[in-house]
């Protein structure tokens, strides 16, 4: 009964990921987009996501958002994860510490999108950020809480886009 539980688990999983894949294909303002999935869907502090992006126009804003898909039994209502930034000369910045409100503290309703017990949130974490010298970019991310396995944390990814004029 187990098996064909985490089988049907598995199933959803692929399901739900394949549909937002299609549905942001289309979008012209996307640079890179990338998830990273956890085996037995935990995030383990030893575990360093980094994600690599190329950037062509220098003169070009862009927004790099941070997307976690986690499980309703992610036992706490937000997450810290630190970034960094590194490029063809070095690193971009300081590393960040971002906090993401995964579930409304008061209510313990999720935030995001999703079906059954899965969620999916994007963040905007890096707002209208400039890139000084063309080439690769890798973006790293570490999570910053106070245990070494979350339990419920499925997924974590970066999506970089063109910043749209009008939008903050």
């Not at 294909?25 to 383990?44: G, L, M, T």
């Not at 997450?79 to 300081?94: F, M, R």
Request: charged content about 20%; proline content about 7%; overall charge positive.
């Amino acid at each position: 009964m187990l098996s064909f539980m985490n089988q049907y688990f598995r199933l959803r999983v692929a399901l739900l990921g394949g549909l937002l894949g299609l549905l942001t294909a289309c979008d012209p303002n996307r640079v890179f987009e990338q998830n990273i999935d956890f085996p037995q869907y935990s995030w383990d502090v030893q575990q360093k996501p980094a994600f690599t992006f190329a950037i062509e126009d220098t003169a070009a804003r862009y927004d790099i958002y941070f997307n976690v898909r986690h499980a309703s039994a992610y036992g706490y209502y937000n997450l810290y994860v630190k970034h960094s930034l590194t490029g063809p000369k070095g690193a971009v910045g300081p590393p960040l510490l971002h906090q993401m409100l995964l579930m409304d503290p008061k209510t313990g309703e999720p935030k995001g999108s999703g079906t059954g017990d899965i969620y999916d949130m994007q963040l905007l974490a890096l707002p209208r950020q400039r890139f000084a010298t063309p080439g690769n970019y890798t973006l790293t991310l570490e999570q910053y809480m106070r245990q070494a396995q979350l339990p419920g944390l499925m997924a974590v990814g970066i999506r970089v886009a063109r910043h749209e004029a009008g939008k903050k």
